[in-house]
């Protein structure tokens, strides 16, 4: 034993037996094999030796380079990760700890001895938003691309530029006025499934039903398919979306899933996820080929109805390099950022007005003057009307915005309000802080629509307010999701009054790849007119 600890012990001993037992075969052969494994042992205590040091020798010239920019106490090797709350109290606590550095661009949370700078003021946004530099994302987002790939979201560099100038197009504004009949209609049996509950005088879990509803409008904005996820058809597909969304969200916030090779093949979160991976490849990969297999370009032209994948794959047409794989991308992407994001943002904004009834009361009677009690499906002229609900919207994306965190990644070595970042350091933009920054929205956390009638206050700052992020990487879906919202909103006001047992202030806030509800959060929907 003591030779696998002391490897020169039994290098003497070798001698001394090698002398006085030469001729004995069997012996020497049990000195050279323990001479190797002495070897390998020794070689092995070395490495592990010059790693901790070599690891020791960077925590020592990160600790250098950081230890300027402003933090909560931290311990050696700990940093700050005695002080972060559990999940359920992680989104208030984040809010709260700007609040310690109000005078900074930003400050570093110390997760270990890997620092994470957090931007929470927007004076030093620019830096990120203003220029082609730092457009990476950080390696966080390597989570997502298990199910996205590199697609427009994860993409970054000369691939990215060439996504994006291809899909820019298939946002413009007479493109989405094709988008408006499928969210009027998938809003009107949002309607009628309410309305069920309604005459039951039962609540609604909202979170859930909104999502089948904005999964239902993606599904046939982006694939061309109706998923009838409201009616409970394509099960595994919609379950596989709403697993794999809520098993990513988890993974962000877990450092012992962050390692690829644990978390796949021996956590059931990981095996999970795998699974459900499988399903949502297989299904859109069929669907990419069957609609290409029908794909009819004259059709595209004169009907005027066609998804977002018909217009990657009339690209496909023009530019062969543009493989199926390419296409599959981004059609995941369109199904992973163009759901969630938007059934979060329609939860948090019912939740509001429920708990705000003369809001409520206002928005509602300005769908009744513009809009005449009618039924029928919504026009681009009716929505345009709506300046108070677009005053809502925007004022509940301010306090609840969807993504409340983003992350970059700096891409060469730089100085940024006075601190030295070297390529690859990750940052962390608030972007749920930088919306209560007082400055620009005094009595940041009371829910006033009205600052956004008079948006002078804070119109000559760009980036104050940034729900759908701003720059070259700003979110692609912001003028689709700003219709949908408008849509699904006014379908349900004019129907129903809402209200809420659950106050706000009582709902457990989880900001992780979206900013959503920890629990289930029951509303009332009651019928305005019968
Ligand atoms: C309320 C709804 C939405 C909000 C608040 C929102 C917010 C954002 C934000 C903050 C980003 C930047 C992400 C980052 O840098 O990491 C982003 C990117 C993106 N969003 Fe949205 N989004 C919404 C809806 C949508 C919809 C409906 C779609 C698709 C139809 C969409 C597609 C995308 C894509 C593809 C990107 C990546 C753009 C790029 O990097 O070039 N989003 N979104």
């Known amino acids: ?59 020592y010239q990160i600790y250098q380079r950081k230890k300027n920019i402003k933090h909560l106490p931290m ?95 298939a946002f413009h504004f007479e493109i989405l006025e094709n988008f408006r009949e499928i969210m009027n209609e998938h809003s009107e049996i949002l309607v009628q499934k309410f309305e069920k509950f309604s ?17 239902d409008i993606i599904g046939e904005t982006a694939m061309g398919v109706n998923l009838e996820a409201q009616k409970n058809l394509n099960v595994e597909y919609v379950k596989s979306v709403d697993r794999a969304s809520y098993l990513l969200n988890v993974r962000f916030n877990s450092p012992w899933e962050w390692n690829d090779f644990i978390y796949y093949n021996l956590t059931p ?22 609609r290409d297999a029908e794909f009819d370009e004259t059709d595209f032209e004169i009907k005027k109805k066609f998804a977002f994948l018909d217009i990657l794959l009339k690209a496909k047409r023009q530019d062969p390099t543009l493989t199926f794989q390419d296409i599959q991308e981004e059609v995941d992407t369109f199904m992973f950022e163009g759901h969630d994001t938007t059934a979060v943002s329609l939860a948090w904004t019912l939740l509001l007005l429920a708990e705000n009834k003369d809001i409520q009361e206002k928005v509602q009677q300005e769908i009744d003057e513009n809009l005449a009690h009618t039924n029928k499906h919504l026009t681009s002229d009716d929505l345009k009307k709506l300046k108070y609900l677009e005053c809502v919207i925007k004022e509940s994306l301010r306090l609840y915005p969807s993504a409340p965190f983003i992350g970059r990644s700096i891409t060469e070595d730089c100085e940024i309000a006075g601190h030295k970042f070297k390529r690859n350091d990750p940052v962390l933009i608030a972007i749920c802080a930088i919306h209560r920054d007082e400055k620009f929205f005094p009595d940041p956390e009371r829910f006033d629509p009205d600052r956004f009638l008079n948006e002078n206050l804070f119109s000559n700052h760009p980036y104050c307010y940034i729900p759908f992020s701003a720059g070259r990487r700003n979110c692609i879906g912001q003028k689709f999701a700003q219709m949908e919202l408008k849509i699904v909103l006014i379908h349900l006001l004019r129907k129903f009054n809402i209200s809420s047992m659950t106050r706000l202030e009582n709902v457990i806030k989880v900001s992780e790849l979206t900013l959503h509800a920890l629990d289930d959060v029951e509303v009332y929907f009651e019928t305005r007119f019968s």
């Open 199 to 215: 005459h039951e005088k039962k609540p609604i879990e909202i979170f859930k039903e909104l999502k089948l509803c904005t999964l």
């Open 269 to 290: 979160n990981g095996r999970q996820l795998k699974n459900c991976l499988n399903i949502l490849h297989s299904f859109t990969r069929d669907v990419i080929l069957k």
């Open 1 to 59: 034993m003591i030779q696998h600890f002391f490897p020169f012990y039994s290098i003497q001993n070798f001698t001394f037996q090698t002398i006085y037992f030469s001729n004995n075969k069997k012996i020497l052969s049990s000195l050279t094999m323990n001479l190797v494994f002495d070897t390998i042992v020794y070689l092995i205590v070395i490495t592990i030796l010059f790693k901790i040091i070599k690891w020791l020798v960077s925590y």
């Open 75 to 169: 311990l050696p090797f700990i940093g700050n990760i005695h002080l972060m709350k559990p999940r359920k109290e992680l989104f208030n606590q984040l809010i709260e700890i700007p609040k310690y550095f109000p005078n900074e661009p930003f400050f570093c949370n110390w997760i270990g001895t890997y620092p994470v700078v957090i931007v929470h003021n927007s004076s030093v946004i620019e830096e990120f938003f203003n220029s082609s530099k730092h457009t990476e994302k950080v390696w966080l987002y390597s989570f997502v691309e298990d199910w996205l790939g590199t697609g427009l979201l994860t993409s970054f560099g000369e691939k990215w530029h060439r996504r994006r100038r291809l899909l820019t197009p």
